[in-house]
T-cell receptor, first 111, second 114 residues
Framework: GDSVTQMEGPVTLSEEAFLTINCTYT??????LFWYVQYPGEGLQLLLK?????DKGSNKGFEATYRKETTSFHLEKGSVQVSDSAVYFC??????????FGSGTKLNVKP | DAGVTQSPTHLIKTRGQHVTLRCSPI?????VSWYQQVLGQGPQFIFQ???????GRGNFPDRFSARQFPNYSSELNVNALLLGDSALYLC?????????????FGSGTQLSVL
């Protein structure tokens, strides 16, 4: 069945370091792919999305490219800030009404 | 404008009891989805409702049920609670629940079953 696998955390980085959080998916057909972020005590917020192969989603300095050949949607940011500390979820939307979420990767950014 | 609001924010129940969780979508949104997020895991899809009708259901037992009201608010009901039902229950709303549409999540109801 459809599923999402993302790298386990926590990931601890110093401020201004480069971030990569890996995400791979298994799906039949052509799902849309998303990254959501969950700050402490808050609900999930959409960070970025890509709806077809080779699309690049970007927001707030974060980027992810929909790679159909490797079934991946890795999240990257060139220079992280302390305020980026949160849990990041990779998600797949298929059949228009159901999200499959990965297990989340906690990011800790130290000053 | 208010975002997605859920009540209560925290709840403690004992095994075998019943619980009702409530969700008010963003004004103008007609679709509501429910997700269960167990500690350390990603959210799992439970239900989606649109215009008061169930549009999708995840792999949850019949002890879980939901409904949507004419004002588009929604309730999630869980009967015969088990310890494993302890989780953060998230509600999300969208305009019409179609693919690629942006979901807006509430902050959730933290349910603890003792």
């Amino acid at each position: 069945g459809d599923s999402v696998t993302q790298m386990e955390g926590p990931v601890t980085l110093s401020e201004e370091a480069f971030l990569t959080i890996n995400c791979t998916y298994t799906a039949t057909g052509y799902p849309s792919l998303f990254w959501y972020v969950q700050y402490p005590g808050e609900g999930l917020q959409l960070l970025l999305k890509a709806t077809k192969a080779d699309d690049k989603g970007s927001n707030k300095g974060f980027e992810a490219t929909y790679r159909k050949e490797t079934t991946s949607f890795h999240l990257e940011k060139g220079s992280v800030q302390v305020s980026d500390s949160a849990v990041y979820f990779c998600a797949l939307l298929y059949n228009f009404n159901k999200f499959y979420f990965g297990s989340g990767t906690k990011l800790n950014v130290k000053p | 404008d208010a975002g997605v609001t859920q009540s209560p924010t925290h709840l403690i129940k004992t095994r075998g009891q019943h619980v009702t969780l409530r969700c008010s979508p963003i004004s103008g949104h007609k679709s509501v989805s429910w997700y269960q997020q167990v500690l350390g895991q990603g959210p799992q899809f439970i239900f989606q409702y649109y215009e008061k009708e169930e549009r999708g259901r995840g792999n949850f037992p019949d002890r879980f049920s939901a409904r949507q009201f004419p004002n588009y608010s929604s309730e999630l009901n869980v009967n015969a609670l088990l310890l494993g039902d302890s989780a953060l229950y998230l509600c999300a709303s969208s305009l019409s629940g179609t693919q690629d549409e942006k979901l807006f999540f509430g902050s959730g109801t933290q349910l603890s079953v003792l």
